[in-house]
């Protein structure tokens, strides 16, 4: 399972949880699977597609853009570890089982 947590960002803490293989939109709209209430975050941001070992992103003609690791992009594919932005609210990206074994090796 993938984890997608804020970091220090307007937004309250936010954490959203994406199983591999489904398929969820990010954005403002009550329609959104995954709603973000922050400024500069389109009703429909955009579409986040999970894999086992990646999450293909694809920007949904935001006014504002869809950020991974700081650079804008159009489609690209997210790994363990990276950032996504969307308006203001950066989204740190976790593969569960990663996490799980960071928590136990300390």
């Not at 941001?45 to 804008?72: F, K, M, P, Q, W």
Request: proline share 2%; net charge negative; glycine share 6%.
């Amino acid at each position: 399972m993938w984890i997608l947590r804020s970091q220090a960002t307007e937004a309250d803490d936010l954490i959203f949880r994406v199983q591999p293989g489904t398929i969820k939109t990010v954005g403002r709209a009550p329609r959104a699977d995954l709603i973000v209430e922050a400024s500069l975050v389109s009703r429909l941001h955009c579409r986040l597609e999970a894999g086992s070992e990646s999450i293909d992103v694809v920007d949904l003609s935001s006014t504002n853009g869809t950020y991974i690791n700081d650079r804008r992009i159009e489609q690209a594919t997210l790994s363990d570890g990276d950032r996504l932005r969307v308006g203001r609210v950066e989204l740190k990206v976790e593969l569960e089982a990663r996490v799980n074994q960071r928590g136990t090796d300390s």
